[in-house]
């Protein structure tokens, strides 16, 4: 990446001189200042370049290259006109911006509101000029008289140096903004993808053969006795083109037609939309045929280590010494214990090296709590020993991490070990972030003294039976605008983390995961409802006592699930009609008006009916 930044200060030196030699400018003022531009970049990136490679410095330099690359974009849009060179420049910035893998935050309520009232009053103000010039390149094509043809291409020319040029980059930047400020994004829904691609190609072909073919018009039309023959035509075919496919734009707002793309269905970064909300990965595709349970993968116990007390770490390989599928912090997966029982634990680390969110990896740890007068799984878990075998299934992941401005962990207990990898990326990335670490005791706390060695001034780690509880209202009340605060611990901790969150911290969105279900309603107050399950065309009843699970696999035995208690999130299904009652612990509290998706192990219809996509 070093190398690449300064390769690119190299072309902006060679376009500044490039654009200051050339005399046939056709837009002599924005050709200067593409110059001016070009030379003031090339000595910023060069800095950036250098402190790419010195660690004190480098998420720093990497977030201002990643902001001046989304910038530079729009202004060698601009630079382009009369000039093709920085048409190359985009796409160089384009592809720096992607592979220095920015984390966009969320917008605010305020922020977006206010980038969406710019977005459509310039797309409309775009949309307007371009029916107005099509209307003129009609004039100009089809007047009798000179006064009116010259003066249409006169008028047509001053539209598209003063308004036309200005509306297309602020109408391309605030759409950027607000589909990467947003769960939408660029790439994940076909209407938006469309819509895109509608905004990069108009200012590309109006760069390259629009302006060209008014200037020719405007000149040529200076004869009386000049007619517009073909360029005439063609510029108005082509503005005609341009208004239908903003039009189309617009029809792709208010539709939104296409669902969701492939990468919107298959990456982990699919979210579901809501008001800045950072939500759960997408549903599974209409398109799959079947549900199959999730396939059950052979481990061994390669390693067993004390971390704390009443607390181990295990390391699991494959049986047959294959790699393991990669995973993203927040991911956990169900362990099969020799004995039959399943329990979900978090991925903290592949092997010895603690990582293991990138690529394929060898091994997976997970941290296991001893809980004597739980349901046995523990125990068993803490009987294991190198050399035994098991089971995994996924790694399935309900608890992503999302991109925002900074972030608090609150971890009780065990609770900590989803948080590990979650620290160690944003670290790396260099964001804001701050951890409270609360336990029972503190040589039952696992990874604690490693935390505070590794993260000085980030980490807070106290115990309840010596120090005094936590001012949470006044951590949550001074964080920043937008700020995720994740929460992982027992149930009175994230009810009380909840409540503060409500009125210390209504500026943020709570992210939470849970050890054991919520409380639900009592099954006697259950009201009977009606299940479709639209690919077979099957109805199935829901009777009060028994759930929307059990009743769906008496005709579709293959829906995979694991838990059945709401927790772990692997019987998710698509709902395609009614209103889903969600019972689950793992949507958050500002999802549960979904209408998109059910957990059917706890969750049921609000209403006589509900239609699954199954």
Same mark, same amino acid.
């Given at each position: 990446?070093?190398n690449?930044?300064?390769l690119?200060?190299?072309f902006?030196?060679?376009?500044a001189?490039?654009l200051s030699?050339?005399?046939? &400018?056709?837009?002599?003022v924005?050709?200067?200042?593409?110059?001016?531009?070009?030379?003031?970049?090339a000595?910023?990136?060069?800095v950036?370049?250098?402190?790419? &490679?010195?660690?004190a410095? @480098?998420?720093? $330099?990497?977030r201002? +290259?990643?902001?001046?690359?989304? *910038?530079?974009i729009?202004l060698?849009?601009?630079?382009?006109?009369?000039?093709f060179?920085p048409?190359?420049?985009?796409?160089?910035?384009a592809?720096?911006?992607?592979?220095?893998?920015?984390?966009?935050?969320r917008?605010g309520?305020?922020?977006? !509101?206010t980038?969406?009232?710019v /977005?459509?009053g310039? $797309?409309?103000?775009?949309?307007g000029?371009s029916?107005?010039?099509?209307?003129?390149?009609?004039?100009?094509?089809?007047?009798?008289?000179?006064?009116v043809? /010259?003066?249409?291409?006169?008028?047509?020319?001053?539209?598209?140096?003063?308004?036309?040029?200005?509306?297309m980059?602020?109408?391309?930047?605030?759409?950027?903004?607000?589909?990467?400020?947003?769960?939408?994004?660029?790439?994940r829904?076909?209407?938006?993808?469309?819509?895109?691609?509608?905004?990069?190609?108009?200012?590309?072909?109006?760069a390259? *053969?629009e302006?060209?073919?008014?200037?020719?018009?405007?000149a040529?039309?200076?004869?009386?006795?000049?007619?517009?023959?073909?360029?005439?035509?063609? +510029?108005?075919?082509?503005?005609?083109?341009?208004t @239908? +496919?903003?039009?189309?734009a617009?029809?792709?707002?208010?539709v939104?037609?296409?669902?969701?793309?492939?990468?919107g269905?298959?990456?982990?970064?699919?979210?579901?939309y809501?008001?800045?909300?950072?939500?759960r990965?997408?549903?599974?595709?209409?398109?799959?045929?079947?549900?199959?349970?999730?396939?059950?993968t052979?481990?061994?116990?390669?390693?067993?280590?004390?971390l704390a007390?009443?607390?181990?770490?295990?390391?699991l390989r494959r049986?047959?010494?294959?790699?393991?599928?990669?995973?993203?912090?927040?991911?956990?997966?169900?362990?099969?214990?020799?004995?039959?029982?399943?329990?979900?634990?978090?991925?903290?680390?592949?092997?010895?090296?603690?990582r293991?969110?990138?690529g394929?990896v060898?091994?997976?740890?997970?941290?296991v709590?001893?809980?004597?007068?739980?349901?046995?799984?523990?125990?068993?878990?803490h009987?294991?020993?190198?050399?035994?075998?098991?089971?995994?299934r996924g790694?399935?992941?309900?608890?992503?991490?999302?991109?925002?401005?900074a972030y608090?962990?609150?971890?009780?207990g065990? &609770?900590?070990?989803?948080?590990l990898?979650?620290?160690r990326?944003?670290? @790396?990335e260099?964001?804001?972030? !701050?951890?409270?670490? %609360?336990?029972?005791? %503190?040589?039952?706390?696992?990874?604690?003294?490693?935390?505070?060695?590794?993260?000085?001034?980030r980490?807070?780690?106290t115990?309840?039976?010596?120090?005094?509880?936590?001012a949470l209202?006044?951590?949550?009340? $001074?964080a920043p605008?937008?700020?995720?605060?994740?929460?992982?611990?027992? $149930?009175?901790?994230?009810d009380a983390?909840?409540?503060?969150m409500?009125?210390a911290?209504?500026h943020?969105?709570l992210?939470?995961?849970?050890f054991?279900?919520?409380?639900?309603?009592?099954p006697?107050?259950?009201?009977p409802?009606?299940?479709?399950?639209?690919?077979?065309?099957?109805?199935?009843?829901?009777e009060?006592g /028994?759930?929307?699970?059990?009743?769906?696999?008496?005709?579709?035995?293959?829906?995979?699930?694991?838990?059945?208690?709401?927790?772990?999130?692997?019987?998710?299904?698509?709902?395609?009609?009614?209103?889903?009652e969600?019972r689950?612990?793992?949507?958050?509290?500002?999802?549960r008006?979904r209408r998109?998706?059910?957990?059917?192990?706890?969750?049921r219809?609000?209403?006589?009916r509900? @239609?699954l996509?199954?």
């Amino acid at each position: 990446m070093r190398n690449g930044q300064l390769l690119f200060a190299l072309f902006c030196v060679g376009t500044a001189l490039v654009l200051s030699l050339r005399e046939d &400018g056709v837009f002599p003022v924005i050709q200067s200042a593409g110059v001016v531009g070009y030379l003031l970049a090339a000595p910023l990136v060069t800095v950036c370049a250098v402190a790419l &490679g010195r660690s004190a410095r @480098a998420a720093r $330099a990497r977030r201002t +290259l990643i902001g001046f690359h989304l *910038l530079f974009i729009p202004l060698q849009f601009l630079f382009s006109f009369g000039n093709f060179e920085p048409l190359a420049g985009m796409v160089l910035s384009a592809v720096f911006v992607v592979l220095l893998k920015p984390r966009f935050p969320r917008l605010g309520r305020r922020a977006r !509101k206010t980038w969406l009232t710019v /977005h459509i009053g310039v $797309a409309v103000s775009w949309l307007g000029l371009s029916t107005a010039m099509t209307v003129l390149a009609v004039a100009g094509l089809t007047a009798d008289t000179h006064a009116v043809r /010259h003066g249409a291409y006169e008028l047509m020319h001053l539209f598209d140096l003063t308004l036309v040029i200005p509306s297309m980059a602020v109408a391309v930047l605030s759409g950027l903004v607000l589909s990467l400020g947003t769960p939408w994004g660029l790439v994940r829904h076909w209407w938006v993808l469309l819509k895109f691609v509608i905004a990069l190609s108009l200012p590309t072909f109006a760069a390259l *053969l629009e302006s060209k073919w008014i200037r020719s018009l405007q000149a040529l039309t200076k004869d009386p006795a000049a007619e517009p023959g073909g360029t005439g035509l063609a +510029l108005a075919i082509c503005l005609a083109t341009f208004t @239908a +496919l903003l039009w189309g734009a617009v029809i792709l707002s208010v539709v939104k037609p296409g669902g969701r793309t492939r990468w919107g269905h298959g990456s982990e970064g699919a979210r579901r939309y809501g008001v800045r909300d950072g939500v759960r990965a997408a549903a599974q595709s209409p398109s799959a045929a079947r549900r199959t349970p999730a396939p059950e993968t052979p481990v061994t116990v390669s390693g067993v280590e004390h971390l704390a007390d009443g607390v181990v770490s295990l390391e699991l390989r494959r049986t047959d010494g294959r790699a393991l599928p990669p995973w993203q912090p927040g991911a956990h997966v169900d362990l099969v214990l020799p004995s039959g029982k399943v329990r979900q634990y978090s991925l903290f680390g592949s092997g010895q090296d603690g990582r293991g969110d990138e690529g394929a990896v060898a091994a997976y740890r997970i941290a296991v709590l001893r809980e004597p007068d739980g349901r046995g799984g523990s125990v068993e878990a803490h009987a294991l020993r190198p050399g035994a075998t098991a089971a995994i299934r996924g790694p399935r992941n309900n608890f992503p991490l999302v991109a925002a401005p900074a972030y608090v962990f609150l971890a009780g207990g065990i &609770g900590i070990t989803p948080f590990l990898p979650m620290i160690r990326r944003l670290d @790396a990335e260099g964001a804001d972030w !701050k951890l409270l670490y %609360r336990g029972r005791t %503190r040589p039952a706390m696992a990874f604690a003294d490693d935390l505070l060695r590794r993260y000085p001034g980030r980490v807070g780690v106290t115990a309840s039976d010596t120090d005094r509880r936590p001012a949470l209202e006044e951590l949550l009340s $001074a964080a920043p605008q937008g700020v995720a605060v994740y929460c992982c611990g027992p $149930a009175p901790m994230l009810d009380a983390v909840s409540a503060v969150m409500r009125t210390a911290c209504p500026h943020g969105r709570l992210y939470t995961e849970r050890f054991a279900a919520a409380d639900r309603p009592a099954p006697e107050a259950d009201e009977p409802f009606d299940a479709e399950l639209t690919r077979s065309g099957e109805v199935v009843r829901v009777e009060p006592g /028994h759930s929307l699970l059990e009743a769906i696999r008496e005709v579709e035995p293959t829906l995979d699930f694991s838990c059945a208690d709401g927790v772990c999130g692997s019987c998710e299904t698509r709902v395609v009609g009614g209103t889903p009652e969600h019972r689950d612990s793992v949507l958050h509290e500002h999802e549960r008006d979904r209408r998109d998706v059910i957990y059917p192990c706890v969750s049921r219809a609000r209403g006589r009916r509900i @239609a699954l996509d199954l």
